[in-house]
């Protein structure tokens, strides 16, 4: 179960167009994928050296705090994904989500537990968790 599946089950469920990934880190892989596939991927990331590495792969990417997001650098987003979050940002990240009003995927660690209000979706093994504010 590569984490590319990941990127081909966003692509299943998201319309091409913009999509960013909160936390990118120096895992790049989903991002890529996503590119490949025709989407608009922006990169978001605290660490100016995850950005500036970002950038060099060719993904767009901005450095932000999701504790206080610039709401602009998401406008046009059909959804917001994240790969293996730090516990801490889940909540923020979610925040977020509810904020744009966008569907957000979660692709945690395994063992790391989710806040309640997401739906568990098992795609190749992959435990995504989903978040939909629109079927609220």
Do not use: C
């Not at 081909?8 to 890529?32: D, H, M, S």
């Amino acid at each position: 179960m590569p984490i590319e599946d990941f990127a081909e089950f966003l692509a299943r469920e998201i319309p091409r167009g913009k999509v960013v990934e909160l936390g990118i880190g120096f895992q790049f892989k989903v991002a890529l994928k996503l590119k490949s596939l025709g989407y608009d991927v922006l990169a978001i990331d605290w660490n100016p050296e995850s950005v500036e590495r970002a950038r060099e792969l060719g993904i767009g990417a901005v450095r932000d705090d999701l504790f206080s997001p610039r709401l602009g650098l998401y406008r046009e987003a059909r959804a917001l994904y994240s790969v293996r979050p730090t516990p801490e940002i889940v909540r923020p990240i979610l925040k977020l989500g509810r904020t744009l009003r966008l569907p957000v995927y979660i692709l945690p660690l395994a063992g790391d537990a989710m806040p309640r209000g997401m739906r568990l979706v098992n795609h190749r093994g992959l435990a995504i968790y989903v978040y939909n504010p629109r079927t609220k």
